[in-house]
């Protein structure tokens, strides 16, 4: 309205704290202290831990000292079973992202530094609790020891890629380990989850589901609608965010960080909601089986932020340095997952320098040799000779004659190319 | 029975050979859906069967290829076609590919009910008919029933089909068959043989049309609401046109049409959905490809027009008996 004598509007376009050439400076970082959060009941109303979605749950001390009510006081054997999956997820990710430099594959995504999110949620899980993941959660399957070799056959979409070289890498479908079929459409698999869960409840059965999404990915109406499906059933559903702070080169400000917690997001529909410390492995394992308890118990779903950080760039097509400042990560005052939790296992005197080096050189060939037994079967352009008829397999359960016929189309144009 | 009826005893006779079956969606439970169709069904099957859902079309389907999953079979409704939309990521990019992304782990066989296409002063969020969307996706089955007996044999026979099915009902011929004259009074369902419907279980396979009129100068093509249409024309008309009912665009029964094409040597392809790449483009395009030699004259296409449906001039914008009659004259001159 002309006449009105205000100041002009401004709009607010959110800026993360560093770009490319700045120092990172995270001396104002309110860091939390752990054990200092208080545990309720599995069976309290979201309305009476409000503070939880804002506060951060954090087990493991500086000293990597067990601390306070969430520590899940977990066996030697589950510890050292976790440090090792998360050290082989890292080995595995280092291998096949310079495979897939070397043109072995098309595409590759690390989840360097947010390894717990995933192992320590899996070990907190049944194995048949069924697991909705997003595209950064590799450490589920490591975690429940499905075959690396069979992940690689998937990434170079080879002869023995049991998705028949469809998928682009990475986008495993794991049916036999309750890994659902990934998809590149983000947050697509949140309501999806939910769902399972509804049919999990509405059968009788005693198994969950848990779903994964980046905090990029809270901005979609998925998300939302899987909020409020879960909320209005108090479905048996564990919905957990994976706040790495970036989602390619948007930092988490662009889905609404600055205003408030993605855990938070859990207030306004009733469900409970956890902040998590992302890189404190006993955190994100407590986190995981109070939400199962509470699930499994008929108390309904939570949401869970990871609070961590994308130590390395999106995938193989990013390149991070071009966005954010290069020490970030060095700097982030929450560590890194693995050697929090091998400090953690050492000063239980469990563990020890030399043990963990050795582990370090086993994981890695490992994953050695099944990349070998994997380049057997081929890798992705050889794969490209592979036998094309599966190509119209599995549009519908049985073939109409229209794909018939586009199939035969197919193989007479192969024929004619020479192929 | 009605149309409405038909719908419904499929749903019960499905729920009650398979436990597997839940029906979820807006109103559908305790009210029984706004036109009725899932009436009675959570009171015999119980809350965690039939249950109403939060509006959010997105969030149903999700929830149902999810459901899906788990191993069970929902039946979801989307309250009128026209709020497809919302829910089309999940039916294009998951539930149509889940079977061919995960090579076969994994499959998402719900069946999608939803009332569609004009006639009943819905204005242009009612009366949509979006067939031609979900025919372009490679992976949905699309069914469209056009009486009470089919679309309970369809019905049955999409709930129990393995893969995604979109089933339309042409909300304008719920209660009784319509011609497309807007004036007339329309008869009850009750006095036409579709009528008699068994109760129990039947299926009619997907992907066979029916040929609802034998005819020998020129086969008209269609489905839902435009059947009747169809049939109220050639009686007036005295056309001798054999009437293909398609009742399931994909997989298409291309063997019917094509048969009757070659036959005929004339086609007229009807919906009420905008022309511009709508199926009729997709089924003018088969007949070409199948029954070229055979054609005397080119196929004609009757549609809605490519506007959104106006309110007020509904029956403008309806592809009715005068356009069809046009068409027919056009395909018998040349
Ligand atoms: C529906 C949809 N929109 C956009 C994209 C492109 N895209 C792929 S990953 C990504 C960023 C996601 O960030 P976030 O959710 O924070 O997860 P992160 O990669 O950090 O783990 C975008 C925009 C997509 N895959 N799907």
Redesign the pocket.
Known sequence: MTGRNLPPLSLHVPEPSFRPGDEADYSSFPMPVAGAVRRPEIGAAPAEMRDLAYDMVRVLDPEGVAQGPWDPRLSSETLLKMLRSMALTRAFDERLYRAQRQGKTSFYMKCTGEEATSIAAAHALDYDDMCFP???QQGLLIARDWPIVDMINQIYSNRADRLKGRQMPIMYSVRDANFFSIS????TQYPQAVGWAMASAARGDTRIAAAW??????A?GDFHSAMTFAAVYRAPVILNV?N?Q???S?F?GF?GAEATTFAARAIGYGIAGLRVDGNDALAVYAATQWAADRARSNHGPTLIEHFTY?AEG?STSDDPTKYRSADEGTKWPLGDPIARLKKHVIGLGIWDEDRHAAMDREVAEQVKAAQREAEKNGVLHDGLKQSFDPMFEDVFETMPWHLEEQREQMLEERKAAGI | MNMIQAINSALDVSMERDEGIVVLGEDVGYFGGVFKATEGLQKRYGKTRVFDTPISECGIIGVAVGMATYGLRPVPEIQFADYIYPAL?QLVSEAARLRYRSAGEYTAPITVRTPFGGGIFGGQTHSQSPEGIFTHVAGLKTVIPSNPYDAKGLLIAAIEDNDPVIFFEPKRIYNGPFDGHYDRPVAPWSRFPESAVPTGHYRIELGKAKVVREGADVTILCYGTMVHVAKGVVEESGVDAEIVDLRTLVPLDIETVAASVKKTGRCVVVHEATKTAGYGAELSALVQEHCFHWLEAPVQRVTGWDTPYPHSLEWAYFPGPVRLTQALKRVMQD
């Open positions: 997003s595209y950064r590149g459409n983000l947050t999404c980046g905090e990029g990915s809270t979609e994976i790495n970036w989602a390619i948007s988490s889905a994308r999106h | 990521d």
